[in-house]
């Protein structure tokens, strides 16, 4: 059985949505992911990315906590940031007990353009939170237009090029110089073990191998694969092979870090 229901953060500034899963029936602490979902930094809901955190939720036994963070353009950099560090710092506090959820380790996770937000909270937040795991799902590391994989796959297979320019400059705004919002430009120190899922067939596909290289030189555990017959996101689609198959490496990735 799913237990599924909405809450929010507040930080005294602003009221941050949020949606906890969590699959059986078990009251015992939980490992917990905080996911952040993907939309090109500018869309994106909690029911968007709903079957996602539902069955990362059944897979694992884990509680997902799905973050609706704040959008460009109206809410550009570090917005979304400051909202993922909010959730996690509230949390971390012992926040969700009062609804009844016994938080134990700490993962965060996002897929395409929430994958970059998870990377970015995850290398501030690793400095006063023991982070359990870290799990990207074809995520946006890079502002890099020029590698292999733009040029044979930025356009003709949904996410082009052109909408990944533009999108990133709606997510910097002003801070278009700001090297702290590029996950391929920040510090991983101290980042925790690290799942990436990659798909083959996604002008992203080069930025999440040589992102989980630098993981590798800065002796970070890394699970990477690339599903050479993917697009970016098929996990969407659910009743594709790929994608079965996916959830499961990913399932065996965060249980593997428990």
């Not at 997902?64 to 949390?91: K, Q, T």
């Not at 998870?118 to 690793?126: E, G, I, K, L, P």
């Not at 040029?151 to 090297?179: C, H, I, P, S």
């Amino acid at each position: 059985m799913d237990f599924v229901f909405d809450d929010h953060v507040s930080t005294g500034q602003n009221v941050i949505p949020v949606r906890y899963y969590r699959h059986g029936s078990s009251i015992d602490a939980q490992p917990t992911l905080i996911y952040f979902h993907g939309g090109g930094f500018v869309s994106g809901t909690l029911d968007t990315h709903d079957s996602i955190c539902r069955r990362l939720a059944r897979d694992t036994g884990w509680i997902i906590v799905s973050v609706d963070y704040r959008l460009a353009p109206e809410h550009p950099y570090p917005a979304a940031v400051d909202d993922g560090l909010a959730v996690v710092a509230w949390l971390s506090a012992g926040g969700a007990a009062a609804r009844g959820l016994d938080i134990g380790a700490i993962a965060l996770g996002g897929d395409s353009a929430g994958g970059a937000i998870a990377a970015v909270v995850a290398s501030r937040a690793c400095k006063t939170v023991a982070l359990a795991h870290l799990l990207l799902i074809y995520p946006v590391l890079d502002t890099d237009f020029e590698t292999a994989s733009y040029r044979e796959y930025g356009t003709g297979y949904l996410l082009t090029t052109n909408a990944m320019r533009w999108f990133w400059d709606q997510y910097l705004g002003a801070a278009v110089a700001a090297k702290s919002a590029v996950p391929a430009r920040v510090d991983v120190s101290g980042l925790p073990p690290t799942t990436i899922l990659a798909a083959g067939l996604d002008p992203l596909r080069d930025e999440a191998g040589r992102f989980s290289e630098k993981l590798k030189e800065a002796r970070i555990d890394v699970y990477y694969r690339c599903v050479a017959d993917g697009f970016h996101g098929f996990l969407t689609m659910p009743d594709l092979d790929i994608s079965e198959a996916s959830f499961r490496f990913l399932a065996q990735s965060l249980l593997g870090s428990e």
